[in-house]
């Protein structure tokens, strides 16, 4: 049974359904009551009607400084931030709740909101009566279109002349092969979601509905036996409290706050050493900024797939429900989340985050001698968030370590994307040429082979290629604000003559001065380690207090610097960026980037060059994964983890998990 948010102790319980818990802190999430008022007051001042709709509405977070100096009991700051659209404008909104006023109403020029639900259902029916498309069908044999459905969605954006000033979408279609749908290849509609309007219909030639089976349920069998039940309970209770948004587990605390486009923020960690002594500041937040998806085949229904998934879906929400005992262990505690949909309406969606202790097995700590053996075994704290853009699901962990270090991960599962081909396992059948069949996409498929794109996961399927990148926003804050970006390069030197050793290796510390020298890249050959120090602290042998950004598991984009995909995600050019921090700079590929041009975001703002050394600093790291699918991730995926760490660095005297029982 799902478990409310609550304390601990049982100071407070929330059942499931409920509106969410009165704001308490500046960064709390905004409560149905907010979310009510903040309509309320737009609509008292004439902004807003029963046909506006809303691609956000959420918290507009308050400045870094005002939260730093806020103390609770004192005036708490807090407004809405709104981005709706009403007869075809698009527009900006700050409502200030503290105050029961709407602060600004502004029109943007030149930027399409993400999309929302419910835009799309009224052309889906245009489509299927155009006859361009209904040819199309035809020549693929579907002259019945009782079963024929069919859905609408962004792609990505190239800056054509059809494309420039338009909110354009792709209609395709499937049919039904009494199991599961079955996409109807290389036919696809764009249209103008303002006009309503099918600009046009590209088909790249026909190919049939292979009726194979691709649903997962269809093919789970009899489920294994396992011998042996684990059960972990905590029969005292958990070991962590949490208090309205706040946790506080063993020496660690902070704040968490669900969000609907990214899942997760987490702010305000703080590492206490001992119960007597003053909290130390270890990050003021981190989150998910932005997730990149492109797919690695040249026809039109396949290379226009270029998502930019948390700033273009974010209406649908990142988080969703945590099925409990799956998704986390039956012990865990969970976290509601209160979302918006496109007419700005509050809603509770139960169980986005789950929060739990676990133990791996795994010592945090060993040293065997004859005489007297040691050993500590290690306990974790795991916030996690369940996400879901289209086929994909994301699991996104923070996990607090007794040793000081947070590890960083995101899990890939769900369902791949595929075609059905009629190659069971061979040559791709030879597209027609057609209106929009580019001539250079037609010279790369010819007679290419059916896997060249993709791989076969089945017969007649064929899963595509592709990457996911995600960038994570991350400001880190070691005692304090006035910090420092250091990178550590390991330089091999070669010693003198007669020396019985011909090399080694020596740390070559450089603090970056500007935004331009921090933009790095992970090169194995040339190994660095990244550090933000502080300014004004030292541990006991006089070295600055640190934290380290490790690296785990990464790639480099294989996307030309001239593709127009890779620059409107120009995030991925990097594994690392370091700006000043900025309370407006919070997404990677820039605050709005459905149909957005090349450049926004990190590659806008570094443009500068600022100056990062010795102040308030903010990094950004790009974890990258290429995805050649194989048959094991047929018919759904086993989640695939890729993270980094944050991993103390002198911050402590000694390991500050010394005194484990």
Known sequence: MRKPLLHVVLITTLAAGLPALAAEHPLDPLSHQEIWRTLVLLRDAGHLDKDTKFSQLALQEPAKRDVLAWKPGEPMPRRAYALARKDSDTFEAIVDLAADEVVSWEPLEGVEPNWHGGEYDSLTDKVLEHPDFLAGLEAR???????????????????????????????????????????????????????????????????????????????????????????????????FEVDGYRVSWQNWSFHLRPDQRTGLVVSLVDYRGSPEAAPRRVLYQGHLSEIFVPYMDPRFDWYTLNFIDAGEFVAGGLGKPLMPGDDCPDHALYVDSTKTGANGYPRTVPGTICVYERETGDPSWRHFSSERPESRKSRDLVVRVG????????????????????????????????????????VRPTPAAGPANPAAADALLGNASADAYGRFVQENVVAVNHDHYFSFRLDIDVDGTDNRFVADRLV???????????????????????????????????????????????????????????????????????????????????????????????????????????????????????????????????????????????????????????RPFDFFDRNPALDLP
């Open 387 to 426: 996400g879901n853009v289209g086929n994909y699901d994301y699991l996104l962990d923070w996990i607090f370590r007794q040793d000081g270090s947070i590890e960083v991960r995101v899990g890939a599962t769900g369902i791949l994307a595929f075609e059905t081909t009629a190659a069971a396992s061979a």
């Open 141 to 239: 044999g579907i002259t019945d279109l009782t079963f024929v459905d069919c859905g609408a969605g962004p792609r990505g954006y190239f800056g054509t002349e059809e494309e420039q000033g338009r909110r354009i979408a792709h209609v395709s279609c499937g049919e039904p092969d009494g199991v599961s749908q079955q996409a109807v290849e290389g036919l696809v509609a764009v249209v103008d979601l303002e006009t309503e309007e099918v600009l046009r219909v590209v088909d790249e030639g026909p190919g049939p509905i292979r009726a194979v089976p691709t649903d997962f349920r269809d093919m789970l069998g009899e489920a294994r036996e396992i011998a042996g039940p684990l059960e972990i309970r905590q029969p005292l209770g958990h070991g």
């Open 492 to 646: 091999a030197r070669t010693l003198p003559d007669g020396h019985p050793r011909r090399s080694l290796w020596v740390q070559e510390p450089r603090i970056a001065s500007s935004e331009h020298d921090a933009r790095l890249n992970i090169d194995l050959n040339r190994p660095t380690l990244w550090r933000v120090q502080s300014t004004s602290r030292r541990n006991a042998v006089g070295y600055p207090t640190s934290f380290q950004v490790m690296p785990g598991r990464n790639t480099n984009t294989l996307l030309s610097a001239d593709d127009y995909p890779r620059r409107r995600a120009g995030f991925i050019d990097h594994h690392l960026w370091v700006t000043p921090q900025q309370d407006g700079e919070r997404f990677a590929a820039g605050d709005h980037p459905t149909l957005s041009e090349p450049g926004m975001g990190l590659p806008e703002w570094t443009e500068a060059d600022r100056p990062i050394q010795d102040t308030d600093i903010v990094l950004w790291h790009t974890v990258g994964m290429h995805h050649l699918p194989r048959a094991e991730d047929w018919p759904v995926m086993p989640t695939l983890w890729h993270g980094f760490e944050l």
